[in-house]
Structures are given as C-alpha cells and as structure tokens.
C-alpha cells in the first residue's frame, strides 16, 4: 500500500529512492555498510525493500529497544537465528532448483552442520560463512549496549578478518550512538582502522 506508514518491501512502495537502493546495492560488497539518517525517513523501508530484491541468502534483525545484557537479548541466539534464516534461504533455492531440473518434487534434502556442543558465536559465523556469500542486517544497531555491544563489535572484527563471505548492514537513526558503539574514531576500538562504508545516508 503506497500511503500506508508501515516500512515498505516493495521498490514501488517507496518514493524517488532508486538512488538509494543503487548505492546500499554497491556499498553491501563491503564487509560492514551504514545506513544513517533521521528517525522515520524510511531507513527499515530502504533495507527491507533491497533484502527482497537482492538474490542472496540473509537475516534481519531488529533492535528494536535498548539491550544491556544477555537476559534481554542473546547474540548466540540472534546469530543462531541468522544461521538457520540463511540456511532455509539456500534450502529452498536448491529445492526450486532441483524441481525445475528433475521436473518434479523432491523430499529429504537438508543442510545441516554437526554441533557436538553449544557452538561458540565464532564457530556459527564460520558456518555461515561456508555456505556462501550472505547478508546480515541490524536494524537500529544503535541500541545494543554494555557487554552486548562489546562481543558484537568483536564478532564484527573476527567476520572482518576470517569470513569474506559474510557483511553486515546497520541502520541507526541516532548517528552519534551509531558512530560511538563501533568506535569508528576511537583509536582503542576493534574496528579502529578497517572500513566501514558510510556512504548511505536516507
């Protein structure tokens, strides 16, 4: 619905914001891209609208509100939560592929990686990572926080250095919280150094 408030998934739902998608479309081959802007400009709309139209396996998660701890929001989870969005995405584009090539339907294909334990955040980035080039959103990135937000950035930097397959786009309406929580001017940050893409703003 084109005047409806809800964020758009549609190219033809937003208004005069080819540009925008062109640039997000160039700027996600980078590991890490920003997209920053006002709050309501339509940032969530942006990214929802490119995530459908990229052909690429990838998972958004919404920030929605401040999180300081473990209990409120886990990153084992959130990434777990990637893993399997990512998997299914590549699951259901084999299936339609060996249908079209078999000309019927199939069952019993799966994907599928053997845990002996609680995998460590590092041990499921990697698995993405081996099942191809893949895309992670965080929506309102801003609001991660305390030791959250420590092992998040730190979990940026291992996936910077040892998984080229995988990047990550984060959306944050209060630039300056964005700015702080990556530390991208902070000489003592993890991420001090490698670069992020800032290009898009809304």
């Not at 990637?82 to 339907?105: P, Q």
């Amino acid at each position: 619905m084109l005047f409806s408030d809800r964020p758009k998934e549609r190219r033809e739902e937003l208004f005069d914001r080819d540009d925008e998608i062109s640039e997000l479309k160039r700027a996600s081959n980078h590991p890490t891209t920003l997209v920053t802007g006002p709050r309501r400009i339509g940032k969530t709309s942006l990214l929802r609208v490119y995530l459908n139209e990229e052909n690429m396996p990838s998972a958004l998660v919404d920030v929605r509100s401040p999180t300081n701890s473990y209990r409120a929001l886990s990153l084992f989870h959130i990434f777990l939560y990637s893993y399997t969005a990512i998997k299914n995405w590549l699951l259901r584009e084999v299936k339609k592929l060996l249908c079209r090539v078999k000309g019927d339907s199939f069952a019993g294909f799966n994907i599928s990686l053997s845990w002996g334990s609680r995998p460590s955040l590092h041990e499921i980035m990697n698995s993405i990572n081996s099942l191809g080039r893949a895309l992670i959103a965080f929506d309102k990135a801003q609001n991660l926080r305390g030791k959250l937000a420590t092992n998040f950035i730190s979990l940026l930097v291992h996936c910077y250095d040892y998984c080229s397959n995988v990047n990550f786009i984060l959306t944050g309406s209060e630039v300056g919280l964005l700015y702080d929580l990556l530390g991208i001017y902070d000489a003592e940050s993890p991420l001090y150094g490698r670069h992020l893409d800032e290009g898009q703003q809304v």
